[in-house]
């Protein structure tokens, strides 16, 4: 759970968000090397005389600004391609959960089960108790098990929606006569 005045990202809690959280810190180094990169180059201009002309017509610096940037967007892609398909990925699911989005409130459907579903409304402001957070907390809440491929069918019935999960590295859209399907796995509660 995300707490007041955090500035990174939750605590992971599936396989794939740790991925994602390795995936960011990979990108924001690099970020963080070009950018310094850069800053050093316009402090030398600024503060030196140019005495070499002759090296921006070299052939060499325009082969190496022109490969570099392209090694450089190759390092990116590779790990987030291999996270993309990640994502994608169902391995048999013990267990589906379908999700139906409404106006104001969520249903959940354990298709597995016969007649195992229920309506998940929004606890209103003035009846949350000390401690409870505005705008999170429901009435029923879905319960998963641990340690389990889990497929979530995700639509709505009226609106577009956005089912999430910040922990697990989840987010799917909820579109009308549409069902969109992702796969989690949660390795801690």
Do not use: C
């Amino acid at each position: 759970m995300a707490y007041p005045m955090q500035l990174g990202f939750q605590d992971a809690t599936s396989p794939i968000m740790e991925e994602l959280l390795h995936f960011h810190d990979h990108t924001l180094m690099i970020v963080f090397l070009i950018s310094s990169l850069v800053l050093y180059v316009i402090s030398l201009m600024l503060t030196t005389k140019l005495t070499h002309t002759s090296t921006m017509d070299a052939q060499e610096v325009e082969t190496i600004w022109t490969i570099l940037p392209a090694i450089i967007l190759i390092m990116i892609a590779l790990p987030s391609l291999r996270i993309l398909y990640m994502m994608d990925e169902i391995n048999n699911p013990s267990l589906t959960v379908k999700t139906m989005g409404h106006q104001w409130y969520w249903s959940y459907e354990y298709t597995d089960y016969e007649d195992l579903s229920f309506d998940s409304y929004m606890i209103p402001t003035p009846e949350l108790k000390p401690g409870e957070l505005r705008l999170l907390e429901v009435d029923n809440r879905v319960v998963l098990p641990m340690e389990v491929t889990i497929r979530m069918l995700v639509s709505s019935e009226d609106v577009l929606h956005s089912w999430a999960v910040p922990s697990l590295g989840l987010k799917t859209d909820a579109i009308p006569g549409r069902l969109n399907q992702t796969t989690l796995m949660s390795s801690r509660p």
